[in-house]
């Protein structure tokens, strides 16, 4: 175990700034998520960490002793990625066990009994002498897990390694890592631009923008109080509606593009133009339609567990998310309510 620290990392290709000077440390058995769209800068970061990406500007250093000009194979990482690739004319126990016979780390004994322990986390023990061919997706991907940890690296560096993956093996597999994560306690660096599965595994997450942090904290923080709109509508999907605060009767509150107003809002929030982001699923259809928001429903999803719609509020579009009990179609004016501290005022 390790930790991780990254001093002002720059990247350029070319002509063009990819990383504008990341500052993070990650604490020895901590798991990260590097979170953000596609193109912000994710996988370049990770490559930095792994060696593999050299920087423009900025050190890394890896339990305290910079590594910056070194090569991946003198850090002491191990690094999964989306596509996987284990050797087919290998057993999955010789697949697992090559990165041991490269780097020559122990006897052939050793490095069996090392091999076993692997296999054995993430649960493949039976199937050891197996070709790659004969599992599935999502045992392939387990080969892969076995293999990057083998070693017992001081920093397991993972990107995106479940998105091949269908929906339901992809939560066995988060599962999975979360517990083997909790095991092994192995420092991790973890790259997606899934929301969701930053959220349930992390225990941080940063979050990026176009190469720079725009936010970070645990899961929980990040979730609660983004600090900008981009990371309201990043986690948890907020529906942005521009608004103006306004004094009312003594009290703060926010009054749309079509005079519909909401509120009272916390005392101290900034009089002026506002975004206002509304989590879809903090909107609550009003009981008995009265005292909330007007929406015109434009469209009904059908989720299975809930029902998305697709609605307009005061001329923007939001969406809402409900128990799949409720019935309105396209046309309807439907009246929702939200708690007023949960909606995140931002200064426009
Ligand atoms: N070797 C390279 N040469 C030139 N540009 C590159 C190179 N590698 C990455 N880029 C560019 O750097 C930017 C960031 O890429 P990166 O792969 O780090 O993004 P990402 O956040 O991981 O995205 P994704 O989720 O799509 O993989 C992109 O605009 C990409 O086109």
Redesign the pocket.
Known sequence: MANVRLDSIR?S??P?D??HGVSLDIASGEFVS?L????????????IVAGL?SVTSGTVEIDGRPVTPLPPERRDIAMMFQSYALLPHLTVAENVRFPLRMRRIGSRAEQQEKVKAALETVQLGHLAERRPRQLSGGQQQRVALARAIVSRPKVLLL??PLSNLDARLREDMQVELIEIHRRLGLTTLF???DQEEALSLSDRIIL?NG?RIEQQGTPADIYARPASAFASSFLGSANLVPATVEERGGRATAVLADGQHLGPLPAGTARGPVTLALRQEDLAVAAGGSGGLQVRIRTRVYLGARIRYIAELAGTEIRVLTANDTVFSGGDAVTFAIDPERIRVMPR
């Open positions: 990247k290709f070319g063009v990819i990383i590097l953000g769209a596609s193109g912000c800068g994710k996988t370049t970061l990770l490559r990406e990107d995106e790259v997606t631009h990026l190469g």
